[in-house]
T-cell receptor, first 113, second 114 residues
């Protein structure tokens, strides 16, 4: 069966440390993968996209890797801040007639001051 | 308005009633989507539309219908609400003529069916 998995347990880290979130998938062949941030009571907000032929993408303190052999993406936030506390969702882009995204259930990140 | 709006913000509904959730975007995006988000299950696609006049079924379409009469509006209708449709509903839009489909989400509608 097709699955996309993110760690359901919250990640609790100290301010200033690097947060690393994992997204694993099975039985999909995504053309790209996206990461979104979601704050309580709000809709998700797009952060980064990485294509299947890219290994790594960076944006300010954010870094995403994409390993299509391992079927895994890692999302890193360096020098984390309490304001980074949120739920982070990964989404697979499967190119078919629907241009749809398939979302993971998200991992909650808590950054302690 | 700028972006994507949804109405109502929240609603409590008796089972069996009909309900339409409204979604409007002003970004002239061609594609629009409806998701529901439930604890532990993440975002699941209900219906989508790649362009005005066309719609398609997502992962969980049963009990829901949509229409896309124009570019800006994409209402979601529950013909006869059931308690299992209690959820938070998000509308999203994207420009699929650009690569890789970054989606813009509305603030959500929290629906409770009793």
């Amino acid at each position: 069966s097709q699955k996309i998995e993110q760690n359901s347990e919250a990640l609790n880290i100290q301010e200033g440390k690097t947060a690393t979130l994992t997204c694993n998938y099975t039985n999909y062949s995504p053309a790209y993968l996206q990461w979104y941030r979601q704050d309580p009571g709000r809709g998700p907000v797009f952060l980064l996209l990485i294509r299947e032929n890219e290994k790594e993408k960076r944006k300010e303190r954010l870094k995403v890797t994409f390993d299509t052999t391992l079927k895994q993406s890692l999302f890193h936030i360096t020098a984390s801040q309490p304001a980074d506390s949120a739920t982070y969702l990964c989404a697979l882009g499967v190119v078919d007639s629907s241009y749809k995204l398939i979302f993971g259930s998200g991992t909650r990140l808590l950054v302690r001051p | 308005i700028a972006g994507i709006t949804q109405a109502p913000t929240s609603q409590i509904l008796a089972a069996g009633r009909r309900m339409t959730l409204r979604c409007t975007q002003d970004m002239r995006h061609n594609a629009m989507y409806w998701y529901r988000q439930d604890l532990g299950l993440g975002l699941r696609l209900i219906h989508y539309s790649n362009t005005a006049g066309t719609t398609g079924k997502g992962e969980v379409p049963d009990g829901y219908s949509v229409s896309r009469a124009n570019t800006d509006d994409f209402p979601l209708t529950l013909a006869s609400a059931v308690p299992s449709q209690t959820s938070v509903y998000f509308c999203a839009s994207s420009d699929i003529d650009r690569s890789y489909n970054e989606q813009f989400f509305g603030p959500g509608t929290r629906l409770t069916v009793l």
